[in-house]
Nanobody
Framework: EVQLVESGGGLVQAGGSLRLSCAAS????????IGWFRQAPGKEREAVSC????????NYRDHVKGRFTISSDNAKNTVYLQMNSLRPEDTGVYYC?????????????????WGQGTQVTVSS
């Protein structure tokens, strides 16, 4: 059974940092793209970052470039999202998801399995 479990969210002041984890089971993260998405209240879910070990691809949405870093630990079958210099507009529920394919996509309908999400709140 495929499962994705996020952790690491919380409340932080603007300028602070958080590290999100996405622990995967039931599949090997090497074989699929893993994306991080976020959903702010009243807004659509948007792609934040993606990593694909198969084609050595890492993508970031423009407004997180230079602040967020995605990485993976294949031995732990876990993907991380290090978030630095957090801003109030980064607030939302963060989800990790397993892509349908090995390559990264920014479209949430190209991801088959999702975690339950972890709340990130950045206060000003």
């Amino acid at each position: 059974e495929v499962q994705l479990v996020e952790s690491g969210g919380g409340l932080v002041q603007a300028g602070g940092s958080l590290r999100l984890s996405c622990a995967a089971s039931g599949f090997t993260i090497d074989d699929y793209a893993i994306g991080w998405f976020r959903q702010a209240p009243g807004k659509e879910r948007e792609a934040v970052s993606c990593i694909s070990s198969s084609d050595a691809t890492i993508n970031y949405r423009d407004h997180v470039k230079g602040r967020f870093t995605i990485s993976s630990d294949n031995a732990k079958n876990t993907v991380y999202l290090q978030m630095n210099s957090l801003r109030p507009e980064d607030t939302g529920v963060y989800y990790c998801a397993m892509g349908q394919y090995y390559y990264c996509s920014g479209y949430h309908d190209e991801y088959d399995y999702w975690g339950q999400g972890t709340q990130v709140t950045v206060s000003s």
